[in-house]
């Protein structure tokens, strides 16, 4: 994969008020090249609507992560969550991105970066430690030039300190359901694969599919796709090499070599 392209730092920004905003992803204005919508390196807040399917899946994901008692609650942090970035970001901010492309259904699409609020603080490090969102997502070397697989132990870290300190959606997690809800996920996905083996199997020889046409009910036919990831990996096309897939949230090594195997880039 080639390597990342260089972070720049935009200072003086500000949040633009907009109903799309969320905890992990909001517009902002920078002072020379008008308005974009950033979202979070390393973390993921709760959603706050469950308007398509895929907003659905994650909710469902979230609630399970958090072991929390019902998806409302989930989507009840994610509003807290939002009203918790809009609070820290009432004067300007500094931004630093590659601008890269971080996919979206929204018009403008979006770009990661790394948020410091106007104190210095990292924003996507704070909503982890207040326990109103987890580590997950896109990951890449920090503005201060850490690895990022080091960044994401220190957030790791973090967010299993917010879990003990029982804050933000922690407060409401119950261990045992928290257990459960995820072992109903990964048998979700264990049977979602075998679906798919089963449908791959039966319709072979077909052609595999191509990552970067291919509709959102064929992706979910590849080993690892569910909604979520096959939607992420709608919002981020095209495609040059299957690398470029490492960008998609969710998507590591390990789903990567299974892709290369079933489907194909043009």
Same mark, same amino acid.
């Given at each position: 994969?080639?390597?990342?392209?260089?972070?720049?730092?935009?200072?003086?920004?500000?949040?633009?008020?907009?109903?799309?905003?969320?905890?992990?992803?909001?517009?902002?204005?920078?002072?020379?090249?008008?308005?974009?919508?950033?979202?979070? +390196? +390393?973390?993921?807040?709760?959603?706050?609507?469950?308007?398509?399917?895929?907003?659905?899946?994650?909710?469902?994901?979230?609630?399970?992560?958090?072991?929390?008692?019902?998806?409302?609650?989930?989507? #009840?942090?994610?509003?807290?969550?939002?009203?918790?970035?809009?609070?820290?970001?009432?004067?300007?901010?500094?931004?630093?991105?590659?601008?890269?492309?971080?996919?979206?259904?929204?018009?403008?699409?979006?770009? +990661?970066?790394?948020?410091?609020?106007?104190?210095?603080?990292?924003? #996507?490090?704070?909503?982890?430690?207040?326990?109103?969102?987890?580590?997950?997502?896109?990951?890449?070397?920090?503005?201060?030039?850490?690895?990022?697989?080091? #960044?994401?132990?220190?957030?790791?870290?973090?967010?299993?300190?917010?879990?003990?300190?029982?804050?933000?959606?922690?407060?409401?997690?119950?261990?045992?359901?928290?257990? #459960?809800?995820?072992?109903?996920?990964?048998?979700?996905?264990?049977?979602?694969?075998?679906?798919?083996?089963?449908?791959?199997?039966?319709?072979?020889?077909?052609?595999?599919?191509?990552?970067?046409?291919?509709?959102?009910?064929?992706?979910?036919?590849?080993?690892?796709? @569910?909604?979520?990831?096959?939607?992420?990996?709608?919002?981020?096309?095209?495609?040059?090499?299957?690398?470029?897939?490492?960008?998609?949230?969710?998507? @590591?090594?390990?789903?990567?070599?299974?892709?290369?195997?079933?489907?194909?880039?043009?």
């Amino acid at each position: 994969m080639p390597p990342a392209l260089a972070l720049q730092e935009i200072g003086g920004c500000t949040l633009v008020d907009n109903a799309g905003n969320d905890g992990d992803s909001f517009r902002v204005r920078t002072p020379e090249d008008g308005e974009h919508v950033a979202r979070l +390196y +390393y973390v993921d807040c709760p959603e706050t609507t469950v308007g398509t399917p895929a907003d659905a899946a994650r909710v469902r994901d979230q609630t399970a992560w958090f072991g929390l008692p019902s998806h409302a609650e989930t989507v #009840a942090f994610g509003r807290q969550a939002a009203a918790r970035t809009r609070a820290l970001l009432p004067e300007p901010f500094t931004i630093h991105t590659s601008f890269a492309a971080a996919g979206g259904r929204g018009r403008d699409g979006r770009i +990661y970066a790394f948020v410091v609020t106007a104190d210095g603080r990292d924003l #996507a490090e704070i909503l982890v430690k207040e326990g109103l969102a987890r580590v997950f997502g896109v990951r890449r070397e920090t503005p201060a030039g850490v690895h990022r697989d080091e #960044a994401v132990e220190r957030l790791r870290d973090l967010e299993l300190a917010a879990a003990l300190e029982r804050r933000g959606a922690w407060s409401r997690s119950d261990p045992e359901r928290l257990v #459960a809800l995820r072992a109903e996920e990964r048998a979700a996905a264990l049977q979602l694969q075998g679906v798919r083996a089963e449908v791959r199997a039966a319709s072979a020889p077909v052609e595999p599919p191509d990552l970067n046409t291919a509709s959102l009910e064929e992706l979910m036919l590849l080993p690892g796709i @569910g909604a979520v990831r096959a939607q992420a990996i709608i919002d981020k096309r095209p495609y040059r090499q299957f690398d470029d897939l490492l960008q998609v949230d969710g998507i @590591g090594r390990v789903t990567l070599e299974m892709l290369r195997e079933q489907a194909r880039l043009k």
